[in-house]
């Protein structure tokens, strides 16, 4: 009976077609998230080279025992620099076209790199190959992103009771976190954003010592990370009864969310499911106060591809899990921003968040 064949295996043939299309002979891998997608590692220091022949993970002694249980090719375990003893395999294989991540090496790196590997071999500048085969999730992925997504709203869930006037934004935040951490999250997937008032306005607002009070916004932006798997979502909500104003506009940026994720399907460009959030808003004339854009893929990582964007002329695939939390920020008064974490699917989209999209009102 054929075994079930290893996803990373899988990843590592396909990076290794991609290679061939850019005329390398092997790449060497030291961003992280790409390394667990690859070999499994999920260590902190890690160089894996990857070849036709054959993939080697180099690590330092700290990483040992962890190293040859996770990942799926062979360990090297060095001491010092790792470039050293890549550079001397590298140079044994005789492999003179080595491809490297030019937006992930330092400009010293790869000065050193260089020198480490011989006059006759060359560095070949690539970018995005691996990031290009982590947009498209597996179904093993997308069931962990769904308990990563299920988890996130767990929490917010089980913290909407507690929150009243005179907490502050640094409690909420906490009770946020303890409680992601609480349901088996090995921890957040970014800063949790908690942001009262006019500091809702600040699309990246940190937590401060500010109060919650009446009459005011609460903006909470949020995501667990759960088997290496993030999770992103924000919701807005009002401390006692929202005024007329404030309502049109979160109104108004739910039209905005719900239309561009009506949008999103496989074949649709990412600027189309941009540009459905930036014409409703248009319509209601606030497209000038939504600075950000629509959507961003997550995965291993908080932010990877795709980013929907309005110039973004990439197209959706099945597969991919991206974020829709278009927003408007009003200076002096504060922000609203309603995000999910949906699906691309066969025939369109399925929204994971599973939590209400209503205008919830905090009682005092
Ligand atoms: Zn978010
Ligand atoms: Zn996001």
């Known amino acids: 009976m054929p075994l079930k064949s290893d996803p990373r295996r899988e990843r590592r043939d396909s990076l290794i077609r991609l290679l061939q299309q850019n005329k390398a002979q092997a790449i060497a891998i030291t961003h992280l998230p790409n390394v667990r997608y690859l070999c499994g590692f999920t260590g902190s220091n890690a160089l894996l080279l990857i070849s036709a022949r054959e993939s080697i993970l180099f690590t330092d002694p700290r990483y040992d025992i962890q190293a040859a249980t996770e990942s799926d090719v062979p360990v090297r375990v060095v001491r010092g620099v790792l470039w050293n003893d890549a550079a001397k395999e590298i140079r044994r294989r005789r492999i003179f076209r080595l491809a490297l991540e030019s937006d992930k090496v330092s400009h010293a790196d790869w000065d050193a790199i260089g020198s480490h590997i011989g006059a006759r071999a060359e560095l070949l500048p690539v970018q995005g190959l691996v990031e290009a085969l982590r947009a ?11 308990r990563s997504v299920l988890l996130n709203s767990q929490a917010l869930a089980l913290t909407l009771p507690l929150l009243k006037p005179g907490m502050t934004e640094l409690e909420v935040a906490a009770e946020l976190d303890y409680r992601m951490r609480r349901l088996g999250a090995e921890g957040t997937a970014f800063e949790t954003i908690v942001a009262c008032g006019r500091r809702s306005a600040l ?14 916004l609460l903006l909470i932006d949020m995501g667990a990370s759960l088997e290496g798997y993030a999770s992103d979502m924000t919701r807005v909500f009002h401390l006692g009864k929202p005024g007329r104003k404030v309502r049109a506009l979160y109104d108004m940026v739910l039209e905005a969310q719900l239309a561009a994720i009506a949008a999103v399907r496989p074949g649709a460009t990412c600027a189309s499911v941009d540009l459905a959030a930036r014409e409703t808003l248009h319509r209601h004339r606030h ?17 990877e591809g795709p980013r929907l964007g309005a110039k973004v ?52």
């Open 136 to 146: 498209v999730k597996s179904s093993d992925e997308i069931e962990k992103i769904r």
């Open 203 to 216: 699309p990246h607002a940190r937590p401060t010592s500010e109060l919650l009070k009446n009459n005011r």
């Open 287 to 303: 497209a000038q106060f939504f600075t950000h854009s629509t959507g961003h893929g997550l995965g291993l990582e908080i932010h």
């Open 313 to 364: 002329e990439s197209v959706l695939l099945p597969g991919m899990v991206v974020t829709i939390e278009p927003g408007v920020y009003l200076e002096g008064f504060g922000g609203i921003r309603i995000e999910d974490t949906v699906l691309v699917t066969e025939t369109g989209v399925e929204v994971l968040t599973p939590s209400t999209k209503e205008f919830l009102e905090i009682a005092s």
